[in-house]
């Protein structure tokens, strides 16, 4: 069973910056996708960006592109995901989640992904 313990969700000013992280656990992450997802209240979950960790491909939501950056951890025990979100929006406040597939080829849908961690809250105030 894979386990996704996402951190780093908190509030901040508008303009400013926040780093998710995702720790993946005992999960063997190469040649699979993750993926940061995020849900605003009375709206579906969207795509925001995607890593394939065998190719370190990356894939971004119109929405963030230029502002947000996925990344992975250089120590691959760590197994570690990382979303570095810079120019905070208000209407980037949001419920945010990490999800893993063991696919190689990343779809950017929720459907695309088979496990979740539980989400962490991001804020943002203008």
């Known amino acids: 069973h894979v386990q996704l313990v996402e951190s780093g969700g908190g509030s901040v000013q508008a303009g400013g910056s926040l780093t998710l992280s995702c720790a993946a656990g005992?999960?063997?992450?190469?040649?699979?996708?993750m993926g940061w997802f995020r849900q605003r209240p009375g709206k579906d979950r969207e795509g925001l960006a995607t890593?394939?960790?065998?190719?370190?491909?990356?894939?971004?939501a119109d929405s963030v592109k230029g502002r947000f950056t996925i990344s992975q951890d250089t120590d691959n025990a760590k197994n570690t995901v990382h979303l570095q979100m810079n120019s905070l929006k208000p209407e980037d406040t949001a419920m945010y989640y990490c999800?893993?597939?063991?696919?190689?080829?990343?779809?950017?849908?929720?459907?695309?992904?088979?496990?979740w961690g539980q989400g962490t809250q991001v804020t943002v105030s203008s």
């Open positions: 999800a893993a597939d063991p696919r190689n080829n990343c779809g950017f849908f929720p459907g695309d992904f088979a496990y």
């Open positions: 005992r999960y063997t992450y190469k040649r699979n996708c």
């Open positions: 890593l394939w960790i065998g190719g370190a491909t990356t894939t971004y």
